[in-house]
């Protein structure tokens, strides 16, 4: 199956290397460009595509509200296109937002190229792309944000969890991967995917990416805590 790749930067030159990348991929194309998110927006109403790979800082329309804007109307249907954010060091608070608003995970822009075909093809079949490293720098960059309090967290949402979902999460949310859940917890690694899915079920997530937002605004995760 052939990934339908839109590329949405206002850096022309930018979208040129992408897409010489994604061209000499077998199973992916790229079907169409915008220059910022508005155009984005309007180009996907006529035009199907997989993954929208977003740039953040853009004129017109950044590359948040269009990701709100995309993913408010594909919300639910069959074929909706999953984005993928692309960042840089020093913007990480804008990507953070466009994962709220419903992102499938982020890059940095000086990915290597193998990384981010890894990173579409992941996002097209449905996981998301939230790199441990990015992660932590986020949740350095956050922590003066986030809820803290020596208090167990408590949330309806989290009633729903056992004590093993919520452990998971937990690791989830401090940017581990299913192996390295694995490995931390003593699992198997498809034991940790058949805890993640059922975390996604019972907290009516679409992914992991979500589960780490919840995890910091319930206040599961606390600031300064790892």
């Known amino acids: 199956m052939t990934v339908r790749v839109m590329l949405v930067d206002d850096q022309a030159l930018l979208r040129t ?3 010489m990348v994604l061209a000499a991929q077998p199973d992916m194309e790229v079907t169409a460009e915008a220059g910022d998110g508005a155009e984005a927006v309007s180009v996907l109403s006529t035009t199907p595509v997989d993954v929208v790979l977003m740039d953040i800082r853009m004129p017109v329309m950044d ?3 269009a990701t709100r804007r995309i993913c408010q109307e594909g919300e639910g249907g069959p074929g909706a296109p999953r984005v993928l954010i692309l960042t840089t060091f020093d913007l990480d608070e804008y990507a953070f ?4 608003a419903g992102a499938s995970g982020f890059l ?6 193998a ?3 890894t990173a579409i093809r992941a ?22 944000l986030l809820p803290t309090t020596a208090e167990e967290p408590h949330s309806k949402e989290l009633d729903r969890l056992t004590d093993r979902e919520r452990e998971v999460l937990l690791l989830v949310a401090q940017g581990m991967s ?3 859940i694995a490995a931390h917890l003593a699992l198997s690694e498809a034991t940790v995917k058949t805890h993640v899915g059922r975390i996604l079920t019972k907290l009516g997530l679409r992914d992991r990416v979500q589960a780490v937002v919840l995890a910091y605004e319930t206040g599961l995760v606390r600031a300064g805590l790892r």
């Open 17 to 19: 290397g992408f897409r």
């Open 63 to 65: 590359g948040v509200e």
């Open 97 to 100: 937002a466009a994962l709220k």
């Open 108 to 113: 940095l822009k000086d990915v290597p190229p």
């Open 115 to 117: 990384e981010l075909l």
């Open 123 to 144: 996002v097209h079949s449905g996981d998301a792309v939230v790199a441990p490293s990015t992660t932590k720098r986020l949740i350095d960059r956050f922590s003066p």
């Open 178 to 180: 299913n192996g390295e």
